[in-house]
């Protein structure tokens, strides 16, 4: 059974960083391209960044230059590292596996809380 664990969330002051992660667990995280999405309240769930098996990295441009998505495969986990956070940057954040090798499957986290207010 896949399962996707998201921390690090939190509240923070506007221009503030934060660093989520995404433990993936029940299987191997070299199988998967991975990504971040956030849902604002009355919002569409919205990409953020994703980064795929070959470390090829995409950001959505209200992100580009203040969040860096990476992965770490022998801690089978993903980060995102956020930086000069923005009110606008509230939301939860969800994490994304979308398997590329094999049985197509995609899966979700259940979110973390971003807060940026002061």
């Known amino acids: 059974q896949v399962q996707l664990v998201e921390s690090g969330g939190g509240l923070v002051q506007p221009g503030g960083s934060l660093r989520l992660s995404c433990v993936l667990s029940?299987?191997?995280?070299?199988?998967?391209?991975m990504g971040w999405y956030r849902q604002a309240p009355g919002k569409q769930r919205e990409l953020v960044a994703t980064v795929s098996h070959g470390d090829s990295t995409n950001y959505a441009d209200s992100v580009k230059g203040r969040f860096t998505i990476s992965r770490d495969g022998a801690k089978n986990t993903v980060y995102l590292q956020m930086t000069s956070l923005k009110p606008e940057d509230t939301a939860v954040y969800y994490c994304?596996?979308?398997?590329?090798?094999?049985?197509?499957?995609?899966?979700w986290g259940q979110g973390t809380q971003v807060t940026v207010s002061s």
């Open positions: 994304n596996a979308r398997r590329w090798v094999g049985p197509d499957r995609n899966y």
């Open positions: 029940g299987s191997i995280l070299s199988f998967y391209d």
